[in-house]
């Protein structure tokens, strides 16, 4: 019973207040003398009636459908994928420590969220552009092209690699040994001047 007179509890007041107006002309004698020189300005009492009655009729209405109203209209400008505005970068080592001249793998990731939905977003996958057909990115530490992303998580797309002696990212141990082999460091070396 208390959640009713808590939901309601406004719309039980203005209408327990709206009986006191209309019975509490018939308990002053003095109201119709005191109302004369207001009367050619106010409507008859039968379409003020209807018309106060209509207003409290679509105010308690109001009142019930606002948090619906309002639940929809926040729902309709929730983006729920994101993009964050900074492209990570993670830096693998890529010949032993103390070897000269040390070569980084610096890999770009970019990152995709869900933070703005309830639902889980389905085959999420980012494409390329650039001078020919969309390359397709890659998951980080996958081989697969694709992801479900829950509510409140992150996937990381690999845009690129760059193989330099600087290390730019963020420093990372990389499981499962180089991502290049000796072959293709010698290579690099060889066209580095």
């Not at 939901?7 to 119709?32: N, Q, T």
């Not at 309709?76 to 900074?86: A, E, F």
Request: charged content about 20%; proline content about 6%; overall charge neutral.
């Amino acid at each position: 019973m208390f959640w009713l007179f808590k939901a309601f509890g406004r719309a039980i007041a203005v209408l327990l207040a709206w009986f006191g107006i209309l019975f509490l002309a018939k308990d002053i004698s003095e109201l119709p003398d005191a109302l004369k020189a207001w009367r050619p300005l106010v409507p008859d009492r039968e379409t003020l009636f209807i018309a106060f009655s209509g207003l409290l009729v679509l105010w308690i209405a109001w009142s019930d459908a606002r948090p619906f109203v309002h639940n929809y209209l926040a729902s309709r400008k929730r983006h729920p994928i994101g993009v964050d505005p900074t492209i990570y970068c993670e830096s693998h080592l890529l010949r032993e420590p103390g070897e000269k001249p040390e070569l980084w793998d610096n890999v770009y990731y970019l990152i995709v969220n869900n933070d703005g939905g309830e639902r889980t977003l389905r085959n999420v996958s980012v494409s390329l552009t650039f001078l020919g057909p969309p390359e397709r990115c890659v998951l980080k530490d996958s081989t697969a092209f694709t992801a479900d992303i829950r509510h409140g998580e992150r996937a990381y797309f690999e845009l690129g690699r760059i193989v330099c002696e600087a290390l730019v990212g963020v420093p990372h141990v990389r499981s499962g040994g180089r991502s290049l082999s000796e072959q293709e460091i010698q290579v690099y070396l060889h066209n580095v001047p």
